[in-house]
């Protein structure tokens, strides 16, 4: 049943744009608001698939109507209806949101060709916001130790603002999980998240990759590209490992910072930019500053909130909430039935020095859901934990 909501002043169009309505198909549960401000309390007060406002009503306007539920209801879409003196205006509501515009009086064929459109993208933006809810399962933090507690909490306080974040710790403890954690309870969840892996890239290119280029900068530079601070445009940059760039692309990210300008290499052309930078490391800024490998006035920039993510040694009682979490993950994977592990084999994995933090648990857990027996044993793990 897809619930539709008509918010017309002119009485007689109203009825007409509702018998349209509900005479097309059973499942429209079409409702009425004769203004612009009870379509407005409609809005708040209801789930509506759809709305229908007029653009001229007295009290508040379609246009301000659009505006105040765009804050409140972004996914729900609407179809704004102008009379000839508005169309204009119907076009500039599409900059600001609308799905469409209908002009008066309503074309039968394209005001249900459009109501329809719009149901689907409707559909469209609440499947995609179920695979994302999906998606972002990948990267639950898994534990209940006070450590991993005292992160979630900076995470809940720090996430809905703008602060830059500092992520330190040793490899394989999670810190890209934290990264996206806290973009995904951010305001800005619904736009990008750009990873870039400093130590992965060369440092002869790493400007190129943070801030894009122009065609003849270099050689292989054959035609212009962005770079991924454009790419996150009103999302959220992700620098791991950012204790490996390079002094000069730590000059451009400081401007980043400071003036929310970048410029492409070879060009002297400065692109605004609204981005979150979240920064991580494994390595000692304090020391990389000392031995001038990184520039300080960088690290006072992005070290707003200080996050240290504790190696798995520091958290062993989230051992067997981390190896059934695994267990079950990898078991769907590879398509087998979910194996349980032995008191004595979650004993024997709690006591072992993990040097490789999470990243080397998963592996482990991996290879006795594969090698192991029905119930994993203390005898698996001696044999195939190669410890």
Known sequence: MSKIL????EAAIRRVLVKILSEEN????????????????AVKNNDYDLVLCDIKMPKMDGVEVLE??????????FIMISGHGDLDTAVNTMRIGAFDYISKPPDLN???TTVRNALDRKELVVENKILKKKVSKNYEMIGESDEINAIKDIIEKVAPTDARVLVTGSNGT????????????????????????????PSEL???????????????????RAGKFEAANKGTIFLDEIGDMSLSAQAKVLRALQENKISRVGSDKDIKVDVRVIAATNKNLAEEIKENRFREDLYHRLAVILIKVPSLNDRRDDIPLLIKHFADKI???QGISPKEFSKGAIKLLKGYDWTGNIRELRNVVERLIILGGKEVTEEDVRLFASK
């Not at 008509?6 to 002043?9: G, I, M, Y």
């Not at 105040?68 to 879409?77: H, N």
């Not at 973009?183 to 998240?193: D, G, I, L, T, W």
């Open 6 to 9: 008509v918010v017309e002043d």
């Open 26 to 41: 059973d499942s429209y549960q079409v409702e009425e608001a004769e203004d612009g401000l009870k379509g407005l309390e």
């Open 68 to 77: 105040a539920a765009r804050k409140i209801k972004p996914e729900v879409p």
């Open 110 to 112: 394209r005001l249900l």
């Open 174 to 201: 999670g810190k890209e999980l934290v990264a996206h954690w806290i973009h995904e309870k951010s305001p800005r969840s619904a736009a990008p998240f750009i990873e870039v892996n400093c130590a992965a890239i």
């Open 206 to 224: 790493i400007e190129s990759e943070l801030f894009g280029h122009v065609k003849g900068a270099f050689t292989s530079a054959v035609k212009d």
């Open 331 to 333: 078991a769907g994977e």
